[in-house]
């Protein structure tokens, strides 16, 4: 039987309420203790963030053609993996489920880049498999 | 035409993107650093995984209004996380493949050092409660931790976080009751 999502049973009592509220100040008192070298790497990542900020404002072309060849590239390796050989007449493509869109929203998400790289070793991976499970 | 003025206006106007977009990441990169060290217990990679959300956030949304950055940003760090969970699990598959059960050379990653181990001083810092919670956050099913750590760390709303987890209200509602149940039943001990 599912659960409806939102009901009065998903209403914390006091006490559930008064816990939740206690670790979530300990859980930011955490966070505001952190050590110097942290900080220092934070505050060193975030000046680089703030450096892109020109890029995102001004030229949008400059990020979507790395985007376009990224996607282009994904849907070609994706094909060819697909397929194995030669197609013989047209194709019924699955419908991909939940989890093989998000995967491939992984691949298509820059800085995944290794990944398109390696997806034909990961096509020979799961063809060995396969054999050896004959 | 006061071409000075208009570029004196321009140069305002980037400065003021820049000073806003600074304390909006100034005030969550710690949060944001903790909810991510807590996800993948390894803080390099959770130093990694902020700095490339920020990166992203940038990128993607900082033409957005600035009341939306909040659940756009911590959109982005799930996503990262979650890709960086995934990526240890399609490598740990690689390695498991390539090991041999005849084969006799130590396993490099299972002799390498637990990257969740701190070192003593950091362990010192810690006093058993928050050592007891952040394990306890940190076995959470990945829904419930997310809307835990949003709701309760960052002080989302429930709209917000149901923005930042790509999910509905209700859920959002499910998860953190379920969340701070499971949590206060593992940690009565502690937290009481």
Redesign the interface.
């Known amino acids: 039987m599912s659960e409806r999502p939102d009901n009065k049973s998903n209403a914390l009592n006091s006490a559930e309420d008064e816990f939740a509220r206690k670790t979530g100040r300990r859980l930011r008192q955490s966070a505001d203790e952190l050590d110097a070298a942290t900080l220092s790497r934070l505050n060193r990542a975030r000046q680089r963030a703030l450096d892109e900020l020109p890029r995102a404002r001004g030229d949008g072309f400059g990020w979507w053609v790395p985007a376009g060849v990224t996607a282009l590239v994904a849907a070609v390796a994706v094909g060819v993996w697909q397929a194995g050989g030669p197609v013989e007449g047209p194709t019924q493509i699955a419908p991909m489920t939940a989890d093989e869109v998000a995967d491939f929203d992984m691949l298509l998400d820059d800085g995944e880049l290794e990944m398109l790289e390696d997806l034909e070793f990961f096509a020979w991976l799961a063809q060995a498999d396969m054999e050896a499970a004959g | 035409m006061d071409y000075d003025g208009l570029g004196s206006a321009q140069g305002d106007r ?1 400065l003021n ?2 000073l806003a ?2 304390r909006f ?2 005030d969550v ?3 944001a ?2 909810i991510a060290d807590i996800a993948v217990r390894n ?1 390099d990679d959770a ?1 990694d995984i ?3 959300s ?2 992203r ?4 949304y ?2 957005k209004p600035e009341n939306e950055w909040a659940p756009l940003f911590f959109r982005v760090l799930r ?1 990262r996380i ?2 960086h969970q ?2 240890q699990s ?1 490598r740990g598959r ?1 390695m498991a ?1 390539f090991s041999r059960p005849d084969d006799d050379r130590e396993d490099p990653v299972a002799s390498a050092p637990d990257p969740s181990m701190r070192n003593p001083e ?1 362990q010192a ?1 810690l006093d058993d ?2 050592s007891a ?2 394990q306890a ?1 940190g076995e959470l099913p990945e829904r419930q931790r997310e809307a ?2 949003l ?3 960052e ?1 989302l709303d429930v709209a917000d976080t149901a923005t930042a987890m790509g999910c ?4 959002v ?2 998860h ?2 379920r969340a ?2 499971s ?2 039943a593992a ?1 009565g001990d502690h ?2």
């Open positions: 980037t993107e820049r977009m600074d990441l100034a990169e710690r949060r650093f903790r803080a130093l902020v700095q490339d920020m990166m956030f940038v990128r993607r900082s033409a996503n979650i890709d995934r990526g399609v690689v493949w950091q810092g409660a928050m919670l952040e956050v835990f750590l709701r309760t760390m002080g509905s209200d209700g859920s509602k499910q953190y009751y701070v149940r949590l206060r940690l937290w009481s």
